[in-house]
T-cell receptor, first 115, second 118 residues
């Protein structure tokens, strides 16, 4: 079974530029999550999708971050415009069901550096 | 709001010794889940073990066990017979239940950097 795929793996941009990250979850997984992991910290949930609907985006900085999951499969996270403090690893995870005990499978992440 | 506290930024342990990684949590939810993840230097997050708040027995998965003390709100990870490959960051995490059903995303602690020495 293929894991969660993310691209690109690395991205360097200047502040005020735009950037987009792509995630393809495990086949059949209805729940998709985006996390932001700043160096030296644990991941922080940005947004949770159930199929193609947003379940939780309470921690997403909506003035600059946006995410979509068209057709309930792959997802794109965008930052526009980027700030220095957006430098982090962006992790995508998916789960078969949005219930308590169901494990979240993480992708390898996209490391973003904003200069 | 949920909060996870990991008070050990780093630990050095001799190979083959047992190690306990501390985790305390805070939540007002009655139903919640506690998780431990391992993150090697390569960056991927690897699920280790899960404990439900209503589970009466402590969870075990191979060399990993979770010492769950509900009254103290602690969920420590115990690794028996540590190996060099256990060197990594370890994150404690929790999730609660949404008011409309289903579960939240994970809330993570800051992690503990474990180094196993030969």
């Amino acid at each position: 079974e293929a894991g969660v795929a993310q691209s690109p793996r690395y991205k360097i941009i200047e502040k005020r530029q735009s950037v987009a990250f792509w995630c393809n979850p495990i086949s059949g997984h209805a729940t998709l999550y985006w996390y932001q992991q700043i160096l030296g910290q644990g991941p922080k949930l940005l947004i949770q999708f159930q199929n193609n609907g947003v379940v939780d985006d309470s921690q997403l900085p909506k003035d600059r971050f946006s995410a979509e999951r068209l057709k309930g499969v792959d997802s794109t996270l965008k930052i526009q415009p980027a700030k220095l403090e957006d430098s982090a690893v962006y992790l995508c995870a998916s789960s078969d069901r949005p219930f308590m005990a169901y494990e979240q499978y993480f992708g390898p992440g996209t490391r973003l550096t904003v200069t | 709001a949920q909060k996870i506290t990991q008070t050990q930024p780093g630990m050095f342990v001799q190979e083959k010794e047992a190690v306990t990684l501390d985790c305390t949590y805070d939540t007002s939810d009655q139903s919640y889940g506690l998780f431990w993840y391992k993150q090697p230097s390569s960056g991927e997050m690897i699920f280790l073990i899960y404990q439900g708040s209503y589970d009466e027995q402590n969870a075990t998965e191979g060399r990993y066990s979770l010492n769950f003390q509900k009254a103290r709100k602690s969920a420590n990870l115990v690794i028996s017979a540590s190996q060099l490959g256990d060197s990594a960051m370890y994150f404690c995490a929790m999730r609660g239940v949404k008011s409309g059903g289903g579960a939240d995303g994970l809330t993570f602690g800051k992690g503990t950097h474990l180094i196993i020495q030969p």
